[in-house]
């Protein structure tokens, strides 16, 4: 498989370090988790809240894993979001464990439409890493999290607050749906935690997207133009306000596709987009997936010229938490 044009820049800011380990290590897998190799669903104990868990076969409880969260599209679930990012897929994912998390009632905060009641989706997510920390082994510097639709826009509004946020060490949104949370209860303005890693963010938006349209719209849940939100991201990063790509490139031109990197404060790619001609609502694949067989006019081509899983997986594997190694040197 053929790496993404942006391999090189992500790979250049990859922390150096050993491996920092969860709780979990050590132990044998619970018995009502799937068996490596293998997906099952669950519920998170005392929160009656739903996801689905991957084991790759070559699990070692002595060993820590990556683990990837892929957070699913407004009215979609952890099935769908399985089978359409394919982090359960070894051939993108060799050796992580993923965790595709259910929503309340088929929305994310930040969606109008999502249940805010407490404890909330970002509470969730915080006690669902914290159980997986605690019962399977575990790098708590290498989690990563990404998400469709809805799904990528609570990405961003995940690495937006300053207590689970910071767990994180990267993050993805596809076709992501950006609503403007500043006075949203639960989200308010964008306020990460500081740390030297920054926060690596990562975007894919197609030209003809009519549900989450790149420019933004003002419907009655009106969305903000994707470059908003890599313009903040760059910002959040050190690059000023309103900060301008440092390149924008064309990686294909039938159809034509841009790619676009901010260098911010030193940190060489932390920001980065892909620009998808001729494609909507789609999360892109050089094979047929969900998107493109049940959502045919906003993915007309069927298909696309490149993979956003194996792009995303090369970049999650450019960076990792120096600070967990920290702490843990202090505990």
């Known amino acids: 498989m053929p790496l993404s044009p942006f391999l090189s820049l992500a790979l250049a800011v990859a922390v150096t370090v050993g491996s920092a380990q969860s709780s979990g290590c050590g132990r044998d897998i619970p018995s009502k988790f799937p068996s490596p190799g293998s997906s099952k669903n669950l519920s998170l104990p005392g929160a009656d809240r739903e996801y689905r868990l991957y084991i790759p076969a070559t699990y070692d409880k002595n060993r820590p894993a990556p683990l990837y969260f892929s957070f699913h599209g ?4 952890m099935l769908e979001q399985e089978g359409l990012s394919q982090f359960s897929n070894p051939e993108f994912n060799k050796d992580g464990i993923a965790i595709y998390p259910n929503s309340k009632n088929g929305y994310w905060l930040s969606n109008p439409n999502a249940d805010t009641s407490s404890p909330n989706d970002l509470d969730f997510t915080n006690d669902l890493l914290t159980h997986m920390e605690e019962l399977l082994c575990i790098d708590p510097s290498r989690v990563y ?33 950006y609503y403007d949370n500043d006075n949203t209860p639960g989200i308010g303005p964008c306020a990460p935690a500081q740390r030297e890693e920054g926060y690596p ?17 003002d419907s009655k ?12 991201w760059a910002e959040q990063n050190g690059c000023g306000h309103d900060a301008k790509w440092a390149t924008n490139e064309t990686v294909f031109t039938t159809p034509l596709v841009k790619h676009a990197v901010w260098n911010c404060d030193g940190k060489q790619g932390i920001v980065q987009h892909y620009r998808e001609g001729d494609n909507g609502h789609c999360w892109p694949s050089t094979v047929s997936n969900d998107d493109y067989t049940s959502n045919p006019d906003q993915c007309p081509l069927g298909k696309y ?24 040197d202090h505990l």
């Open 74 to 77: 407004a009215s979609k679930d």
């Open 201 to 217: 963010f990562l975007e894919f938006h197609g030209t003809i997207d009519t549900t989450a349209p790149i420019d933004g719209n």
């Open 145 to 177: 999290s990404a998400g469709k639709s809805n799904g990528g826009g609570f990405t961003s509004v995940l690495a937006c607050n300053a207590t689970v946020g910071s767990r994180f060490a990267a993050f993805a949104s596809v076709s992501g749906a």
């Open 221 to 232: 849940n009106p969305k903000l133009p994707t470059i908003d939100i890599l313009e903040g």
């Open 305 to 328: 010229v490149f993979n956003a899983t194996a792009y995303i997986f090369d970049f999650f594997g450019g960076y990792r938490l120096e600070t967990q190694l920290v702490d843990r």
